[in-house]
Nanobody, 126 residues
């Protein structure tokens, strides 16, 4: 069983930065595909970014050039660096993990991930 715990959310002004962290338990982290999703009130949960075990990354168009996903397998942790934040980035951010390697544009939906964190709130004020 894998448990995921997010941290780093909070309130920030438009144009500011935050870094989210997701610490994973278990011994399979290094082979997992990890993703960050977000869900705003009244909206569906959407993929923000994901990173495979080999370090290949994919981003939603809305965050390209502003957000960076990375991982540290030695620390069983995945990060989401968020810069130039906008009010429309306000949402609950969730860390997710899949046991499978996701090539290309695969693993873009919540149904592709077996493990989830509890979520952390990010609020961007204008």
């Amino acid at each position: 069983q894998v448990q995921l715990v997010e941290s780093g959310g909070g309130l920030v002004q438009s144009g500011g930065s935050l870094r989210l962290s997701c610490a994973a338990s278990g011994s399979i982290f290094s082979v997992m595909t990890m993703g960050w999703f977000r869900q705003a009130p009244g909206k569906e949960r959407e993929l923000v970014a994901r990173i495979t075990s080999s370090g290949s990354t994919n981003y939603a168009d809305s965050v390209k050039g502003r957000f960076t996903i990375s991982r540290d397998n030695a620390k069983n942790t995945v990060y989401l660096q968020m810069n130039s934040l906008k009010p429309e980035d306000t949402a609950v951010y969730y860390c997710a993990g899949s046991r499978y390697y996701c090539s290309g544009s695969a693993c873009s939906g919540p149904e592709d991930y077996e493990y989830w964190g509890q979520g952390t709130q990010v609020t961007v004020s204008s």
